[in-house]
């Protein structure tokens, strides 16, 4: 069965601070790893997809890469700003064709 | 702009009433999904369709029901038998098998009082 595992579950920082988020899976044979970002209160919203065949993506600030023989994504973010500060889910598809999310990340950045 | 609709934001219910989530989108979207959201916890998989007159139970179906007669729409009830319904809830659609990544609604929070 498929776990879906973040850590840490918050983190706070300064701003301007560049930023790793852990995301780690156990099962390696996946379709697709998406992360999403949500503010208190509101739906869930798509930063980055890789496909299994991909390493990484890339959007403005954020980098995510993808290592499936090791079951770990990590979500980068750069130069990080207040905005910035919400909760930081990712999910993976696998055999059930049905996502499975991580618990989450909650980020604070301090100004 | 193409995307989901979830209607009420906010939603009261009381004790033994059924009540009914909307869940409504035109990205021509074959799968839509029902996820329940606890604080502290992750998502959590109502139930699922792939495909019109068709769905699954997910992870935790119990007390909820679901209708899938139209590909645009999804809509969730919370029966009274769901005995800790309040909660937030997502519902979500993508192409089949989810390969193109979701896109979520801005979901629904449900009250019992």
């Known amino acids: 069965k498929q776990e879906v595992t973040q850590i840490p579950a918050a983190l706070s920082v300064p701003e301007g601070e560049n930023l790793v988020l852990n995301c780690s899976f156990t099962d390696s044979a996946i379709y697709n790893l998406q992360w999403f970002r949500q503010d208190p209160g509101k739906g869930l919203t798509s930063l980055l997809l890789?496909?299994?065949?991909?390493r990484e993506q890339t959007s403005g600030r954020l980098n995510a890469s993808l290592d499936k023989s090791s079951g770990r994504s990590t979500l980068y973010i750069a130069a990080s700003q207040p905005g910035d500060s919400a909760t930081y889910l990712c999910a993976v598809v696998s055999g059930t064709y049905k996502y499975i999310f991580g618990t989450g990340t909650r980020l604070k950045v301090l100004a | 702009d193409g995307g989901i609709t979830q209607s009420p934001k906010y939603l009261f219910r009381k004790e033994g009433q059924n009540v009914t989530l909307s869940c409504e989108q035109n990205l021509n979207h074959d799968a839509m999904y029902w996820y329940r959201q606890d604080p502290g916890q992750g998502l959590r998989l109502i139930y699922y369709?792939?495909?019109?007159?068709?769905?699954q139970k997910g992870d935790i179906a119990e007390g909820y029901s679901v209708s899938r007669e139209k590909k645009e729409s999804f809509p969730l009830t919370v029966t009274s038998a769901q005995k800790n319904p309040t909660a937030f809830y997502l519902c979500?659609?993508?192409?089949?098998?989810?390969?193109?990544?979701?896109?979520f609604g801005s979901g629904t929070r449900l009250t019992v009082v």
């Open positions: 890789i496909q299994s065949s991909q």
């Open positions: 979500a659609s993508s192409v089949p098998g989810g390969f193109y990544g979701y896109t």
């Open positions: 369709s792939q495909i019109v007159n068709d769905f």
